[in-house]
C-alpha cells in the first residue's frame, strides 16, 4: 500500500509552552485577604491558577469570569491567573495587595426579579480601587512592575507598561 501523506501525524498546531496549576497557596492567601477586608463575593466560586513561566512578559496577573464551559467542568464563576514566575519572587504583603486588586474585579449580582445571581466584573475605575491607593498607596504596584522588569529585562518605557 502506496504512503498517503494525508494520514500521517502532524505536529499539535495548538502547542503551547505555557503551563497552568491550580494553587493551594493562592487560595490560602485569598481566604486571608476576603476576611480580612471583608470583600462579599455571594456565591461566586473562584478559580486560582500559576501560569508557568508568565502570562506575558508585560501581565503580571489576570481576572477573568469563567466561561459557561469552564463553570461546567470546574464549577468556577471566575479565575484568577497569576505569572508563576513573579509570585514565587514576592512578599506575602505584596501577593496580598496583588490579590485585594484581583479580588475587587469580583461583582456577583442577585437579580430579583429572575430570583438568580449574575457573576459580573466590576471594573478598575470602581471606588474600592482609590481606596488601595489611599490606604495602602501604589508601593505594591511599584513592586510588582519592578519585579517583573528584572524578571524579563525590561526597559524603563516597557516596566511602565506592566499591568495586573
Do not use: C
Request: proline fraction near 5%; charged fraction near 30%.
Amino acid at each position: 500500500m502506496a504512503d498517503n501523506e494525508f494520514l500521517e501525524p502532524k505536529p499539535d498546531v495548538t502547542h503551547t509552552d505555557k503551563q497552568l496549576m491550580e494553587s493551594p497557596e493562592i487560595e490560602e492567601i485569598a481566604k486571608e485577604v476576603i476576611e480580612t477586608h471583608q470583600i462579599e463575593l455571594g456565591p461566586a466560586q473562584i478559580g486560582y491558577l500559576l501560569v508557568y513561566p508568565n502570562i506575558s512578559k508585560q501581565r503580571a496577573a489576570k481576572f477573568m469570569k469563567a466561561t459557561r464551559e469552564v463553570k461546567h467542568y470546574s464549577g468556577n464563576d471566575y479565575l484568577i491567573e497569576i505569572s508563576g514566575d513573579l509570585w514565587d519572587m514576592l512578599d506575602k504583603d505584596t501577593k496580598k495587595m496583588l490579590l485585594l486588586h484581583q479580588l475587587l474585579h469580583v461583582d456577583p449580582v442577585f437579580k430579583a426579579k429572575n430570583q438568580e445571581w449574575k457573576m459580573q466584573i466590576r471594573k478598575p475605575d470602581f471606588a474600592d480601587y482609590y481606596e488601595i491607593n489611599d490606604k495602602f498607596g501604589n508601593e505594591w504596584y511599584k513592586t510588582i512592575q519592578a519585579t517583573v522588569s528584572s524578571l524579563h529585562d525590561l526597559d524603563p518605557r516597557q516596566e511602565g507598561k506592566v499591568t495586573v
